[in-house]
């Protein structure tokens, strides 16, 4: 007992007042410590709340609450909802007819149109896209082990497990093999004939390899383009290559060949010819395969358009060191930029520089330079180095007028056979038929610039006119299904073939070549109506044999004499005017610029059976080997050093899937220096200093 200072004593305190006293303390002692931070990474999909009913759990998604802050209110509450929460974007629905909406593009590679899809997630389809997107891309396997890469992923979609560059290297495998039934199908169910192109290329390491591509028009009169295969051949003999294209053929159950064109070289020669002995004894072949070989057209007039190129003038070369002189310098071509705004010269052109093996790239330099000639004028006289350097360096100087005057009419030249190449490399489109037109129009110019006076240019037409000559001026070494192919376009037919070779050979050349033109094409018909007949024969024996209910000797009988007289009217229509006859005395179709063949044909093909059955074969055959991104180099085609790391079997498979998946062509050098501009002009429009903008166009440059 204590006493106060009165020495009274206190009284003993009570227990109630003993507890509040434990209370506040604890109280005190909490409001010292620090709160705790929330440990449980549920927590992050979660606010707190002190509401008046207590603390409260607030959902971040759909604004659920649930109680929390006691001892008794865990997190395990938490944990479950967030499993079953409907707006939670990572939750996989228990429902599989629940799904995420998504917008499908139409560019998208499996095809369709574009609009809302339902979307779940799938670790499979998710592999697909990703084995697609190292295949159509050229991606090194090693790109899905790169920690960007899975950065990227796991921000994407955190459930997907991004697997190890050998399980995508499997999974690429197996899409080459799904694709490869795919197209087997395709080929099966197609009852054209198909035609084939052969190409070389050749890895870092010195392994040269055979790309085999088949052409063909579907049942629906679809053109298609597809690389069958893509190996490594052990020499470039003939034979060899020959008994690749077999080996190809038998594996893919192919027998019916139109026409195989390849480069001009006799290795290629004998292996048309050992191609022509094997399809014959296949018993497949037309007319004994003697439309079996066809000469690149791309390959002949780089040969032809080089060759004459090895007589270019000086001004030529004057032109191509001043182009060189100011694409040397940052500063130099800034300056030559303000001369060209200063001219006001309207084009979007910019200077680029030839290479020794792309001719076209000599056209593409002069085309371009033509146009700003002005410009190059007016520097000469703002930059006092520019002429000082061109005279010393060579002693040619820099181009004046005449220079200028001799490369335009070299350049508009040259277009003709710019555009001969670009029309008939392309492979999306029908181009026999399109070869005939070109062919035409260069050996007029090269007519008329024999007997030009300009010397440089009648110097070097008379050289392309020798090798123009080489290849496609003897009657009996020209395939004749660039005629027949013509004759086969409604819009002209024979007499215009006819008309147009009298115009542009002798005489004596035209009137053997139009005979010959006219045999064949009679040759090719009667040997088409005789299959196809056969055909209906066999389609009859074939569907009274799976007939349920045989038929009766008296139906027997009738069935017979309906066959023989259906051969019987066929023979005496065909005596009075044969189908063949029909069309070609038809009125021709209207020469439109959008004029559609294969639309054409199919539509009448109903009319025409048997001349429809030869023009859905003969139009599918290309005249060139390559696409028209390479359709310009005379130098042969490498493969890049991650290809050429990998096994042969590898790279078919990446290359034969490319070519079936990809949805769009290869960009050309004209669309690559279109970029350029197009990127440069982005630049200026962007707010960095001119510095900044000379240090990347020297870069890209």
């Known amino acids: 007992m204590t006493t106060n200072v009165g020495g009274v004593p206190d009284q003993p305190q009570s227990e109630h007042e003993t507890d509040q006293v ?28 002190d509401l008046p009913s207590g603390m409260q ?39 599989s007819k629940q799904s995420l909406l998504s917008f499908k593009s139409a560019k998208e590679p499996s095809g369709g149109t574009s609009g809302l899809t339902y979307h779940k997630f799938d670790a499979g389809s998710i592999r697909k896209a ?18 960007g890469f899975r950065h990227f992923c796991g921000v994407i979609e955190p459930r997907f497990n991004v697997p190890s560059r050998i399980t995508v290297a499997k999974d690429c495998f197996e899409t080459y093999l799904t694709e490869k039934r795919k197209l087997k199908n395709v080929l099966k169910r197609c009852n054209s004939r198909v035609s084939l192109t052969t190409d070389t290329w050749t890895s870092i390491q010195q392994i040269n390899y055979m790309c085999l591509t088949v052409h063909f028009i579907d049942n629906n009169w679809k053109l298609h383009k597809r690389i069958l295969n893509f190996c490594p051949i052990s020499s470039h003999k003939g034979d060899d290559i020959g008994k690749e294209i077999e080996k190809c053929l038998l594996d893919w159950g192919l027998e019916n060949v139109m026409c195989i064109t390849v480069d001009n070289a006799s290795s290629n020669d004998t292996a048309i010819g050992y191609m022509r002995r094997k399809i014959n004894g296949w018993k497949t072949g037309v007319l004994k395969g003697r439309f079996l070989h066809m000469r690149c057209v791309a390959h002949i007039v780089n040969l032809v358009v080089s060759d004459g190129l090895k007589t270019v003038n000086e001004s030529v070369q004057r032109v191509r060191h001043a182009v060189r002189f100011i694409k040397q310098s940052p500063a130099r071509l800034q300056r030559f930029k303000k001369c060209v705004l200063d001219e006001k010269i309207n084009t979007k052109k910019g200077l680029c520089l030839d290479v020794p093996t792309r001719w076209n790239s000599t056209y593409l330099m002069l085309n371009a330079a033509i146009e700003l000639q002005d410009a190059f004028e007016r520097y000469s006289g703002e930059d006092p180095h520019y002429v000082v350097d061109l005279n010393e360096r060579d002693g040619k100087g820099s181009p004046d007028s005449d220079d200028w005057n001799n490369v335009r009419r070299l350049s508009e030249f040259l277009q003709a056979f710019y555009d001969l190449t670009l029309h008939v490399s392309g492979s999306l489109y029908v181009s026999l038929n399109l070869f005939f037109h070109e062919l035409v129009s260069v050996a007029v110019l090269m007519k008329d610039l024999v007997s030009s006076d300009d010397v440089d240019m009648c110097l070097m037409a008379c050289r392309m006119k020798e090798k123009y000559e080489k290849y496609w001026g003897d009657p009996e070494k020209i395939n004749l299904l660039i005629f027949i192919a013509v004759v086969l376009d409604p819009r002209y037919k024979l007499d215009y073939v006819e008309w147009m070779i009298t115009e542009i050979y002798d005489p004596i050349v035209a009137s053997k070549l139009v005979d010959n033109v006219k045999v064949a094409l009679n040759a090719l018909y009667e040997e088409y109506r005789v299959s196809s007949s056969n055909d209906v ?30 051969k019987h009217k066929c023979e005496r229509d065909g005596d009075a005017k044969i189908e063949l006859d029909k069309y070609l005395e038809e009125d021709t179709a209207e020469d439109i610029d959008e004029f559609d063949i294969l639309s054409w044909w199919k539509f009448n093909c109903s009319r025409f059976p048997t001349v429809g059955r030869i023009a859905r074969d003969v139009l599918a055959v290309p005249v060139s080997t390559v696409a028209s991104e390479s359709a310009f180099s005379t130098g042969g085609r490498v493969l890049d050093q991650f290809r050429s790391s990998l096994t042969p079997r590898v790279v078919e498979g990446l290359v034969c899937a490319q070519n079936w998946l990809r949805a769009s062509p290869f960009p050309s050098i004209e669309e690559c220096l279109e970029e350029v501009e197009l990127l440069e002009e982005d630049l200026k429009n962007m707010a960095v200093g001119d510095a900044d903008i000379d240090e990347v166009l020297e870069i890209i440059d």
């Not at 434990?22 to 606010?47: P, T």
């Not at 649930?66 to 997190?75: E, S």
């Not at 990703?130 to 920690?147: A, H, N, R, T």
């Not at 009274?544 to 309906?562: A, F, M, Q």
């Open 22 to 49: 434990s209370q506040n303390q604890k109280k005190e002692q909490g409001a010292k410590r620090k709160r705790m931070k929330e440990r449980s990474e549920v927590w992050e999909h979660f606010d707190k709340e």
């Open 130 to 147: 990703l084995s697609f997107m190292v295949i159509v891309d050229e991606l090194p396997f090693k790109f899905v082990e790169g920690i």
């Open 57 to 95: 759990a607030i959902c971040k998604y759909c604004g659920m609450s649930y109680k929390c802050g006691a001892k008794k209110n865990g997190t395990s509450v938490l944990w479950a909802h967030i499993s079953r929460c409907r707006k939670y974007p990572f939750n996989t629905p228990k429902d």
């Open 537 to 566: 024969n066999r389609e009859e024996v074939s569907s009274s044999k799976d007939g349920k209910t045989p038929l009766s000797p008296k139906h027997k009988s009738i069935e017979v004499l309906k066959s023989k007289y259906k």
